[in-house]
């Protein structure tokens, strides 16, 4: 027996196994990526993989760490996968390359690698990109059905690691603005949500395409439910928050307010909630703090869609709220079994 | 039906107890020699009041219990004493302990011993027969139990027993109850005598269907109005303070003990030895031993203490893969750094260990804070932060996060997919704050010691100046025939006269304490 102490028996679990069952969980969201934009989301992610498993190996090299068995967590490719989902699929290779190094190399390492990160990865990437680089950011291919033209995975590949379109088409023919985008500029053109959604780009809930997207990462989150790999309270607080919130200024406008519904579908609120939000390292870890932490990112969401500059607000939601997790868990331990409640007040500052 | 409260967290490990429940319980054949540890016990070991050499029946005490908490050990047939010295033991620090090697002659002759009605006798002289019999907890504390029924000023209204057996591969009281159930309510009905309980729970877990029936038949035929309680198989439902938060919904206070809340808690197999204890006048001799894992056939025995566990294991034929030894249960045994040692009153269970049975762990990864720990902790603790704590040796901060209500049940190392042995570092926690404790005492005491010698010192000084100075003074007087007394010198508090008094303060406080 290697191991010379009790228990002598544990669960058949790692950390790999959860890592793994999470990506199996994006799936079906990827799947009808696919399906509305085209197969570039896939070069996406496989370039962010690469990237990640390459700056993860390198880092692990440098810090004198062993390779394999960090390399075999898929944390890292969790982190790329995220990553990769959140800018556009037709962003030039340097922007995957860059965004997914730094969120490798500064966001996790520099911070003790795997477990001690204070913040979102993924998210950390995200923020470098949207403040560097905002064009490229912008890149978001048109759904299926709604561009002048559809380009084949060569052409996108094309584009993705050249910059050249076919001849005849022109960027604006294959990209557009994201739905929330298109929503603020018309909102500042004077237009009634009314007006704006009556544009081919939204669909039933949200923007087209993009709504049936969520959809698939609801069905992946539920997946995390069921299976307990995440806890009710972030998704729940989150969208929740989200909700009351955009519910109580659509109630009060209605024509400048759109429903909560909307935002629920539209940008990564749904990605967001089950997916970014619960990463364990950077959430607290009491039940309390998850719902503290995860209404203060919905609210933070909203502010910044409604009233901020930026496209979507989760990034910033999560790095936010990731800043005031120590805080949130040191005020929210729970009771002790055979203690009272007043008998947590010698917590250590 | 009795409404059952639902404690924090728990697990569901593979239980692993049908292979033990096969056959009955079987009387281990005498050994070639017995191994009795002075040590059995938890509180002082007991003082050897035999030697080597000489000849000792059954029954006859060879170890006189030493301090308050300590208990009697009892050779456990007849034979001749072959030697008294150290010999390895199981316990963790893995050092050896002062035993008597006792060889049987197989004669199995009994000292004299004669029971009287336990029922006039006083409380005290029952606990004096109990410290005596060196009865102690059988579950795998080895408490004394005569501590357990000194509740003092607290008035205990219910008598749990516990029969939970939580722990997998462990089925010694599953065994006991279903063969020997009118003996154990019988000895419930003692120590209910004793601590004046009103009720009487009896807790198992309802993966024993045979021993809950055993026993609810054996409190029908005794009469007594006890409560046979079937509770959910869950681990740790046998530690005492979640089955008593189980059956009564109580939560014993942290730092406090059952008899605070009006509950007392004893294992059903300490039960049955209190009743051969004072219906018998039997010392504890003997315990029932589950013998399983890599063996042919595993199957209860009732071993003799001090049969050394390599015959024992013996009896079952160990499988040639086997790799090691793990006395108690495979979420909080010990593991063993040899066969040959001794079975003791706390051996409830020798496992035979194989690579294929308990795989050593894969390496460990780090903690990523996923808190499926913090889901089955039975005491409500965090496990990640403590592990920071203990990691970092913050021990202030571990303690202030209640690291000393963790009862190492091992709960969160089961469930941690990073394979972190965190409750390996809760002990080093532990004990490194125990270790510094025992530091600060010992150079306070030193420090108080010095401080009186010096006023001792100081006063002898004083005193023998007066007395020169009185003597002088006398001598004046009759001199100078002056009859009028000389008024005695104004007695004014020196400094280190207060000072004094704080440090014999500080010493009462001492004693208070050590008396807790």
Redesign the interface.
């Known amino acids: 027996?290697?191991?010379?102490?009790?228990?002598?028996?544990?669960?058949p679990?790692?950390?790999a196994?959860?890592m793994f069952r999470v990506l199996l969980a994006l799936v079906p969201g990827i799947a009808l990526y696919m399906w509305y934009f085209g197969p570039a989301i896939l070069v996406s992610i496989t370039l962010a993989s690469l990237t990640a498993l390459g700056t993860e190996a390198l880092m692990l090299k440098l810090r004198d760490r062993?390779v394999i068995?960090?390399l075999k967590?898929n944390?890292a490719l969790l982190t790329a996968w995220l990553l990769a989902l959140s800018i556009p699929p037709l962003a030039p290779w340097w922007l995957v390359v860059v965004g997914t190094a730094f969120a490798i190399v500064i966001a996790k390492h520099l911070y003790g690698?795997?477990?001690?990160n204070l913040f979102n990865p993924a998210m950390v990437g995200y923020a470098v990109l949207i403040i560097s680089f905002p064009l490229q950011m912008t890149h978001w291919i048109a759904p299926h059905g709604l561009g002048q033209t559809e380009l084949d995975l060569l052409d996108q590949l094309g584009y993705i690691f050249r910059g050249a379109l076919p001849n005849n088409v022109t960027l604006d023919a294959i990209t557009m603005a994201t739905p929330l985008d298109t929503l603020k500029t018309h909102l500042h053109l004077d237009q009634t949500v009314g007006q704006i959604l009556d544009m081919p780009i939204y669909g039933r809930l949200a923007g087209q395409g993009s709504e049936i997207v969520s959809l698939g990462f609801l069905l992946g989150g539920i997946y995390l439910l069921v299976t307990r790999i995440i806890s009710w309270h972030i998704p729940v607080a989150y969208l929740g928050t989200l909700f009351i919130t955009a519910g109580i200024f659509h109630l009060s406008d209605p024509a400048h307010y759109v429903t909560p519904l909307f935002h629920w579908f539209s940008g990564a609120a749904i990605l967001g909630a089950f997916f970014i939000l619960t990463d364990?390292?950077s959430s607290p870890?009491?039940n309390t703090g998850r719902l503290i932490f995860a209404a203060g990112a919905g609210l933070i969401t909203y502010l910044i869609r409604a009233f901020g500059g930026f496209p979507d607000g989760i990034a910033f939601a999560t790095l936010l709220m990731n800043i005031c997790v120590p805080l949130i868990v040191l005020y929210t331990?729970?009771?002790?079994?055979?203690?009272?409640d007043g008998?947590k007040k010698?917590?250590?500052s | 039906m009795r409404a059952l409260h639902h404690f924090h967290g728990g697990i569901h490990p593979p239980s692993n107890k049908t292979q033990s429940t096969l056959l009955g319980i079987a009387p281990a054949p005498l050994p070639s020699r017995l191994i009795v540890p002075f040590h059995q016990h938890a509180g002082e070991a007991a003082k050897p009041v035999v030697q080597a050499g000489e000849r000792v029946l059954k029954g006859q005490l060879i170890g006189l219990p030493d301090g308050f908490i300590s208990s009697a050990v009892h050779a456990p047939t007849s034979g001749t004493i072959s030697a008294i010295g150290m010999h390895l033991v199981a316990h963790p620090s893995g050092l050896p302990n002062l035993c008597a090697t006792l060889v049987p002659d197989g004669k199995e002759q009994w000292e004299h011993h004669e029971a009287v009605d336990y029922r006039t006798l006083s409380a005290s002289d029952l606990q004096q027969q109990l410290r005596m019999k060196g009865i102690v907890g059988l579950g795998g504390a080895a408490f004394p139990s005569d501590i357990k029924l000194r509740i003092g000023r607290h008035k205990v209204n219910t008598l749990i027993l516990n029969a939970a057996e939580c722990e997998p591969y462990i089925t010694c009281d599953d065994m006991l109850m279903r063969e020997r159930a009118s003996e154990i309510v019988k000895g419930a009905e003692m120590l209910r005598y004793m601590v004046d309980a009103v009720e009487v729970l009896i807790g198992i877990e309802d993966n024993k269907p045979e021993a809950i029936s055993a026993m609810q038949q054996a409190v029908k035929n005794n009469g007594m109005p006890y409560e046979v309680i079937a509770i959910p198989t869950i681990y740790p439902g046998g530690g005492a303070k979640q089955l008593i938060y189980m059956l009564t919904g109580l939560e014993v206070p942290s730092g406090t003990l059952p008899p605070d809340i009006g509950v007392q808690c004893f294992n059903v197999a300490t039960t049955y030895s209190v009743y051969r204890a004072l219906a018998h006048a039997e010392p504890l001799l003997s315990r029932v031993v589950t013998v399983t894992g890599n063996v042919r056939q595993a199957r209860n025995y009732e071993a003799l203490i001090g049969t050394p566990i390599d015959e024992l294991v013996a009896l079952s034929t160990a499988l040639p893969d086997s790799s090691g030894y793990i006395m108690g249960g495979p979420m909080m045994g010990l593991p063993l750094p040899q066969a040959h040692v001794p079975v003791v009153k706390a051996t409830n269970c020798v496992i035979v260990a194989s690579e294929k049975l308990f795989p050593a762990p894969p390496p460990a990864m780090p903690c990523i804070r996923c808190t499926r720990c913090v889901e089955v902790c039975p005491a409500e603790l965090q496990p990640q932060d403590l592990y920071w704590f203990a990691r970092s040796k913050e021990f202030g901060k571990a303690q202030a996060y209640s690291l000393f209500d963790c009862i190492e049940c091992g709960a969160c190392s089961y469930v941690c997919p990073s394979h972190i042995p965190l409750v390996q570092y809760f002990r080093f926690a532990k004990s490194e704050i125990h270790a510094r404790e025992k530091e600060k005492q010992a150079a306070d005491s030193a420090r108080e010691r010095h401080e009186f010698h010096q006023y001792r010192i100081e006063r002898e000084k004083r005193e023998k100046a007066e007395k020169l100075a009185a003597k002088e003074r006398a001598a004046q007087a009759a001199k100078s025939g002056n009859a009028e007394p000389q008024p005695e010198p104004q007695h004014v508090p020196s400094d280190i006269e207060t000072r004094r008094e704080h440090i014999l303060e500080i010493a009462q406080s001492h004693v208070e304490h050590s008396k807790e």
């Not at chain 1, 690698?113 to 001690?116: A, I, K, P, S, W």
Request: hydrophobic share 35%.
């Open positions: 027996m290697a191991a010379f102490f009790s228990p002598f028996i544990s669960k679990d790692n950390v196994r959860i062993p068995p960090f967590d944390s690698g795997l477990g001690n364990p390292v870890t009491t331990q729970p009771k002790v079994f055979g203690k009272k008998d010698d917590r250590p």
